[in-house]
């Protein structure tokens, strides 16, 4: 079946710098990914539409140059958080599909930020 | 506005017993629904959706969802609970407002499901 790996699985940034998190797929041709990010006592969040070979669209209320999103191939989207502060520490889990209104969405195995 | 809610923080049921897990929903126009689940230690995963089309949705281990629109509603059913359903349940409505799609999730359900 569909995979995707997400990479790092956990991070750990000081405040002031950049992390970037992998999302891929490994079967399959992912035409659109989904940035999302999973607060304490469970919350989920969309953050952003990641689409190859244009630009991301984001969620209301998500900062577009804070969270920079590249999806450069088919296979391949990434999330940088840019100026990492301790609020953005958080779980980002990246899912995706291959475009079709009837497909499934496969989810990465979520990437655990803390940010000191 | 737009948002979603799931009344039950848990649902407790009995093997082979139906489940139901509730979800309502508000949005100016059409919505999405979906429905994810995340076992422990193994992730988010995708159950299914409705778009359009067939009120009644059939997605994957067995669930099913139906899409009430006069209600506004959207319950995730399986005929007959298994001790492996034991997950956190979300539902999410997506929907175009002024500033354009924004997708919301419900706080979670948590189901048991007892052998």
């Known amino acids: 079946g569909a995979v995707v790996s997400q990479h790092p699985s956990r991070v750990i940034c000081k405040s002031g710098t950049s992390v970037k998190i992998e999302c891929r797929s490994l079967?399959?041709?992912?035409?659109?990914m989904f940035w999302y990010r999973q607060f304490p006592k469970q919350s989920l969040m969309l953050m952003a539409t990641?689409?190859?070979?244009?630009?991301?669209?984001?969620e209301q209320g998500v900062e577009k140059d804070k969270f920079l999103i590249n999806h450069a191939s088919l296979t391949l989207s990434t999330l940088t958080v840019t100026s990492a502060h301790p609020e953005d520490s958080s779980f980002y889990i990246c899912?995706?599909?291959?475009?079709?209104?009837?497909?499934?969405?496969?989810f990465g195995s979520g990437t655990r930020l803390t940010v000191v | 506005a737009q948002s979603v809610a799931q009344p039950e923080d848990q649902v407790n049921v009995a093997e082979g017993n139906p489940l139901t897990v509730k979800c309502t929903y508000s949005?100016?126009?059409?919505?999405?629904l979906f429905w994810y689940v995340q076992y422990p230690n193994r992730g988010l995963q995708f159950l299914l959706k409705?778009?359009?089309?067939?009120?009644l949705v059939k997605g994957s281990y067995g669930f099913e969802a139906e899409f009430n629109k006069s209600q506004t509603s959207f319950h995730l059913k399986k005929p007959s609970a298994l001790v492996s359903d034991s997950a956190l349940y979300f539902c999410?409505?997506?929907?175009?407002?002024?500033?354009?799609?924004?997708?919301?999730f419900g706080a979670g359900t948590r189901l048991f499901v007892k052998a």
């Open positions: 949005v100016s126009g059409n919505p999405y």
């Open positions: 990641s689409n190859e070979g244009s630009k991301a669209t984001y």
């Open positions: 999410a409505v997506r929907a175009r407002n002024t500033g354009g799609f924004k997708t919301i």
């Open positions: 079967d399959f041709q992912a035409t659109t």
């Open positions: 409705y778009i359009t089309g067939d009120n």
């Open positions: 899912s995706a599909n291959q475009g079709l209104v009837q497909d499934g969405y496969t």
